[in-house]
């Protein structure tokens, strides 16, 4: 699925050789059709942001968005299990499962990191795709409230990728927790990351992949809230 591919590209980090094909990426969108027309006007929005700002202000932007603190974090797994030494068996499992399915990772960007694993999804059929972004559908909605709370045009795709997921998700718990969230400042941020609490379990278990080797908890990264598990 292109779309999944397309939305990995507007996560990875603003560079000029992907910037002037953003006509051709959202056209793309368009032609699939995977996404409802809701969501790719927000898409569009993004999409039209990057193609009218300066490259030193996007990546600048990039960088303050996603890089300085773990609440908006493209790295899966640090919102799981933060620095434990479980997030290292995590990527071995996790990269497993891509070679398992013929995508070579490489040694730039670490196994969990967003972009990447929507690389994945992009190899798979929506079916297969769509169940596995279902297992870190909470995770996903945890940065798209977060983002959204903070006014970033970024929340576009994580409302793209929540709405394709195939899983259920009490969003009004997260709004609850995302409310509750003092705003993190670069003087707190290692100071504040702590082991989670319990967020959801099962992240990437499937019959079809590593024999249900993947078996992981989801963990909210507010360690003073644990929202209601959906069954």
């Known amino acids: 699925m292109?779309?999944?591919?397309?939305?990995?590209?507007?996560?990875?980090?603003?560079?000029?050789?992907?910037?002037?094909?953003?006509?051709?990426?959202?056209?793309?969108?368009?032609?699939?059709?995977?996404?409802?027309?809701?969501k790719l006007k927000g898409v569009s929005e993004l999409i039209k942001r990057i193609k009218s700002s300066d490259l030193i202000e996007l990546q600048e932007r990039y960088?303050?968005?996603?890089?300085?603190g773990a609440s908006h974090s493209l790295h899966l797994f640090e919102h799981i299990h933060g620095e434990s030494r479980d997030r290292g068996q995590a990527m071995i499992d996790l990269l497993e499962m891509y070679n398992a399915?013929?995508?070579?990772?490489?040694?730039?960007?670490?196994?969990?990191?967003?972009?990447?694993?929507l690389e994945f999804l992009s190899t798979q059929n929506i079916k297969v795709a769509a169940h596995?972004?279902?297992?870190?559908?909470?995770?996903?909605?945890?940065?798209?409230?977060?983002?959204?709370?903070?006014?970033l045009d970024y929340k576009h795709v994580f409302a793209a990728l929540i709405e394709v997921a195939d899983g259920k998700v009490n969003r009004t718990e997260i709004k609850k927790i995302v409310a509750a969230e003092k705003e993190e400042t670069f003087t707190d941020v290692d100071a504040d990351?702590?082991?989670?609490?319990?967020?959801?379990?099962?992240?990437?278990?499937?019959?079809?992949?590593l024999h249900q080797k993947i078996a992981m908890n989801i963990h909210s990264s507010n360690p003073h809230s644990q929202p209601t598990q959906e069954q």
Not at 14 to 21: K, L, R, S, T, V
Not at 193 to 209: R, T, V
């Open 2 to 38: 292109k779309t999944f591919k397309v939305l990995s590209v507007l996560l990875s980090y603003p560079q000029a050789d992907w910037i002037e094909h953003c006509d051709e990426l959202e056209q793309v969108l368009y032609d699939e059709k995977l996404l409802s027309k809701q």
């Open 193 to 209: 990351w702590i082991e989670p609490e319990a967020f959801g379990k099962n992240l990437f278990k499937s019959k079809d992949y």
């Open 63 to 68: 960088v303050a968005t996603f890089d300085r």
């Open 132 to 151: 596995f972004l279902g297992e870190t559908q909470k995770v996903l909605m945890l940065i798209s409230e977060r983002l959204a709370k903070k006014e």
């Open 101 to 117: 399915n013929g995508l070579d990772v490489g040694t730039s960007d670490l196994p969990d990191y967003l972009p990447v694993f």
